[in-house]
């Protein structure tokens, strides 16, 4: 009998609606779970919920006001795109769900799912090429906990993180090549942010901010966030034949100054200040644009870029639902199964 494998697409979430409810919940959702804020479960608690979400909501509204399409929020609408796409290329074997690990398509509900249809694998793949306890490490643990609840548990695997698999090299790095990086005056490579309080427990006893990944990749690099994220852009750069010169990496989305650095708003306004007209942003550890992608970069960039003496920023899109990155996803599913 053909086994039957359910692939769970998982990612962050987004909010229903573009709407200060709808983002209140997803913001309420988001900012308690622990492994995104690890203070004290009181001070979280109070921070979030009395100052955080309610002085937040009314601002990440408008900033999603400015992303939501017709279809919708584009995370979730690349998403399903990614799935039926591939759906289709895995075959009937395969039941393909998208799981958000706040809001909808909620993960838990399609765990539910799942376990009434009785599967016999389960692969979760989160879509971060770079593991963090704050995204692929939070579904992990919702998967574990939930599936721990069943009568029968079937195989799961669980891909923590892809950043040096050749086929997303590949892929993303022909997606930069799209807009001929040689005719820009430098590239950067911007990643999400992540508070020193969870890089540094990763290799205990080496701050993150002494690590010395920005050269080569260190022993403990393995699940080491901003070793990873340098990993990627040097196998990146190699592919695309890029000299060290023509590049830098950064990191977005900090919420206070002790999260990694340097921080990309400010080298965007250092290669302003320089005199750099056009400039080409990456962001590989995003698959899906969203609104670190689409409006950080693409809208609030352009915006500081222009203030201080710049012309161009160029945003390369995501993986998206491309169809190289489809056959990617595909060839790491089934090598997960066949295991």
């Not at 962050?12 to 913001?27: E, N, Q």
């Not at 395969?94 to 692969?123: C, H, W």
């Not at 201080?308 to 199964?337: C, Y």
Request: hydrophobic share 40%; aromatic share 10%; charged share 20%.
């Amino acid at each position: 009998m053909t086994k039957k494998t359910a692939v769970i697409l998982a990612n962050v979430g987004t909010p229903d609606a573009p709407t200060v409810p709808a983002v209140r919940k997803y913001l309420f959702e988001f900012l308690n779970d622990r492994r995104v804020i690890d203070l004290p479960w009181l001070v979280q608690k109070i921070l979030v919920n009395l100052i955080i979400v309610p002085f937040r909501a009314p601002k990440s509204t408008k900033l999603y006001q400015k992303l939501w399409t017709a279809k919708g929020s584009p995370l979730l609408a690349i998403s399903n795109e990614t799935r039926d796409k591939l759906q289709e290329k895995l075959g009937e074997n395969f039941t393909v769900f998208v799981g958000m690990r706040y809001r909808n398509p909620s993960l838990k509900a399609v765990l539910q799912t799942i376990e009434a249809q009785e599967f016999d694998k389960i692969v979760v793949l989160p879509m971060f090429p770079q593991y963090a306890s704050s995204t692929a490490g939070t579904i992990a643990q919702l998967v574990n906990i939930e599936t721990a609840k069943w009568n029968v548990i079937p195989e799961i695997s669980i891909i923590s993180q892809f950043y040096d698999n050749p086929g997303f090299i590949k892929a993303f790095a022909a997606q930069i090549s799209q807009y001929n990086p040689a005719k820009y005056d430098h590239i950067i490579f911007s990643y999400h942010g992540l508070p020193f309080s969870q890089t540094d427990r990763v290799h205990p006893g080496i701050k993150t901010a002494a690590c010395q990944c920005e050269t080569g990749m260190p022993a403990h690099g393995k699940f080491c966030y901003k070793a990873t994220c340098y990993e990627t852009t040097r196998l990146l750069a190699n592919e695309l034949g890029l000299p060290k010169s023509a590049y830098s990496v950064a990191f977005q989305s900090r919420l206070t100054k002790n999260w990694l650095k340097p921080f990309s708003d400010e080298e965007v306004i250092r290669l302003g200040k320089e005199g750099k007209k056009r400039i080409l942003i990456a962001a590989p550890a995003f698959i899906a644009d969203c609104l670190e992608t689409i409006v950080e970069i693409g809208v609030e960039y352009q915006e500081i870029f222009a203030e201080h003496g710049g012309e161009k920023v160029q945003l390369v899109e995501s993986l998206n639902a491309n169809n190289d990155w489809v056959e990617v996803l595909a060839e790491m599913i089934t090598s997960k199964t066949n295991e």
